[in-house]
């Protein structure tokens, strides 16, 4: 038997192993062609010797299909009134360093191909944190794609300087379903009535491992998504220290009169010290949004939401959420609520202000399962805000005037380990772990680490495990025994 056990598993391992090699020749036939600012040879984009100087070109020849690799640099569109046009059907890969042979043996973090509208070279900083780093016309959005369908991909590149538009970084339209991955938004500016870095217009996008720092718009510092028929899906997303002038600091969802509602889907995805006029970090305008292992902290509204504004039939699901320091200026606590339906599963409202944590203008908040501070407990499984027995005991509070936004993972003894539903906890429809079943529940937490320990599921995106605990015990602060 042992011996059977043995076959199998070489068996097994033979499969993968096969399977792996099919998939990386497969990859490797596709049509490449290399682009690096520094090349020297003949310019044709057939090897990294002969590489295309100008992206732009490269995507010009692309055809669906094929693969443009861009090796480390700045690229800049042609002229402030130009952008970087994908088509349908084309994969295009930052992070190489020039040399590659395969594309899996890039890294994108160490070789930084940066996309620009820095089109005139002037601006003050190579990758501005400030509005007025930027000087001149810069382009903007500095990436376009429109009907491009799900072979369609951007892996690898930091996003940066892009002005002027809608989209000021990157605009995707009419029924766009391609895949963004390993990407960063930092520093992009849509001045006066112009909304989102990343635009999503009518389209459905699939966004992995993408971040948004530092950039500012009128509405959705980071992200615009509208349109009838936009639906797309946000797994492991960073937000830090978006602006929006107006609305939705971060994620700005409105609707449009007379059409069918947008929606979007974030699993594991954090928000830290996003800033807008009304809703700190999202504004809800008539959306439908689902939100899974999401963390909110040092978000701020100057007027109302510092977490969130939910307005004009808004349709918001919170489940494993942390939602802690969140502050609005005037009133209405971490969420502003208002004619719209708000439901949150297993969540934690903590320290956002006033006693006032949830602004029910005129409908409640529906909550099972979950511990909003200030709110009494009893029905549903919530447990009891107003009880400082059920204080949620927190590796390290935030220290917001120091921009520190904390570890909110939990400590041995929180009142918050074990106090959620297992039935609550939605399927892992998108296959976040890779292995193909998506009909189990979400499998993993904000950290990547498994999302049920100890049979029943912790409130908040952590979940606490007591051999991780002994193994980090550096970072939990916990005395020795």
């Known amino acids: 038997m042992k011996n059977l056990k043995i076959m199998q598993l070489m068996l097994a391992l033979l499969v993968v192993m096969n399977t792996a090699t099919a998939s990386n020749v497969a990859a490797q036939s596709a049509t490449v062609w290399y682009v690096d600012h520094q090349a020297s040879g003949e310019n044709d984009g057939s090897s990294w010797d002969n590489a295309f100087n100008d992206l732009a070109e490269a995507l010009d020849n692309a055809e669906a299909g094929a693969e443009v690799w861009v090796a480390a640099g700045l690229y800049t569109p042609a002229n402030a009134s130009s952008s970087f046009n994908l088509g349908t059907g084309v994969a295009l890969y930052g992070g190489f360093n020039g040399t590659e042979d395969e594309r899996d043996a890039r ?85 006066s ?4 870095i990343l635009d999503i217009d009518n389209a459905s996008p699939r966004l992995n491992q993408v971040r948004f720092l530092n950039n500012v718009a009128q509405r959705g510092g980071a992200i615009r998504i509208q349109g009838s028929n936009s639906a797309p899906v946000l797994t492991r997303l960073h937000f830090e220290n978006n602006r929006a002038l107006n609305n939705g600091g971060a994620l700005y969802m409105p609707s449009n009169e007379g059409q069918a509602i947008p929606s979007a889907t974030l699993i594991n995805a954090s928000f830290l010290g996003n800033q807008a006029s009304e809703g700190g970090a999202i504004t809800c305008d008539g959306c439908l949004l689902s939100i899974a292992n999401g963390l909110f902290v040092g978000n701020v509204a100057t007027s109302s939401g510092g977490m969130m504004q939910n307005v004009n039939d808004g349709d918001v699901t919170l489940t494993n959420v942390t939602v802690w320091s969140n502050r609005p200026t005037n009133n209405f606590g971490a969420i502003a609520h208002f004619n719209a339906s708000t439901t949150l599963h297993n969540s934690l409202f903590w320290d956002n202000g006033s006693n006032n944590a949830i602004g029910d203008f005129d409908t409640a908040v529906t909550a099972s399962h979950s511990l909003v501070q200030f709110r009494p407990g009893g029905a549903d499984g919530n447990l009891n805000g107003m009880d400082p027995a059920n204080t949620p005991q927190v590796v390290r509070l935030p220290n917001l005037p120091g921009f520190d936004f904390g570890d909110l993972r939990m400590l041995a003894g929180s009142p918050t380990i074990g106090q959620g539903s297992n039935a609550l906890l939605p399927a892992d429809e998108f296959d976040i772990n890779d292995n193909g079943d998506t009909s189990e529940p979400l499998p993993l937490d904000l950290d990547g680490n498994t999302r049920v320990v100890g049979g029943t599921i912790d409130l908040g995106p952590f979940e606490y495990d007591e051999l991780l605990n002994l193994i980090f015990r550096d970072r939990f602060q916990e005395p020795e025994a």
């Not at 191909?113 to 089109?119: A, N």
């Not at 379903?177 to 849509?190: C, K, P, R, T, Y």
């Not at 009535?193 to 989102?196: I, K, S, V």
């Open 107 to 191: 890294n994108w973090t160490a070789n930084q191909t940066i996309l620009s509208g820095d089109v005139d070279g002037n601006d003050l900083a190579e990758i501005p944190t400030l509005p007025n780093q930027i000087v001149g016309d810069n382009a903007g959005p500095i990436l376009v794609a429109n009907a491009a369908g799900p072979e369609t991909r951007v892996d690898g590149f930091t996003v940066t300087a892009g002005t002027a538009a809608n989209g000021a970084g990157m605009r995707l339209t009419n029924g766009t379903v391609m895949v963004l991955e390993n990407i960063d938004f930092l520093g992009n500016f849509a001045g």
């Open 193 to 196: 009535n112009n909304e989102g």
